[in-house]
């Protein structure tokens, strides 16, 4: 079985930042893309930013400039790290895995969520 563990958020005033973290667990052949994603109350989930296995990444344009995703391939681990946070950033972030398993067929796993607050 794969887990997925997150971990980073907190509460944060406007303009300060935040590194969130998650790292995948159990039999995985590769992580192919990873993503975070975001859910604010009374909204939709939303992508917030991913990275393929090649490295290529792509942002909200509501974070662009602001959030950057990396990957560490060696810790199956990925991070997000968040920089002049407005209180819209507001949610709970999921980050999500396409993870390759034993026998080669690939299932897009979801961490737990964390919570992330930021205030005026």
């Known amino acids: 079985q794969v887990q997925l563990v997150e971990s980073g958020g907190g509460f944060v005033q406007a303009g300060g930042s935040l590194r969130l973290s998650c790292a995948a667990s159990?039999?995985?052949?590769?992580?192919?893309?990873w993503g975070w994603y975001r859910q604010a109350p009374g909204k939709q989930r939303e992508l917030v930013a991913a990275?393929?296995?090649?490295?290529?990444?792509n942002y909200a344009d509501s974070v662009k400039g602001r959030f950057t995703i990396s990957r560490d391939n060696a810790k199956n681990t990925v991070y997000l790290q968040m920089n002049s946070l407005k209180p819209e950033d507001t949610a709970v972030y999921y980050c999500?895995?396409?993870?390759?398993?034993?026998?080669?067929?690939?299932?897009?796993?979801w961490g737990q969520g964390t919570q992330v607050t930021v205030s005026s």
């Open positions: 999500t895995a396409d993870i390759v398993g034993r026998y080669g067929y690939t299932r897009r796993y």
């Open positions: 159990g039999t995985i052949f590769r992580v192919n893309t």
């Open positions: 990275i393929t296995s090649s490295g290529n990444t």
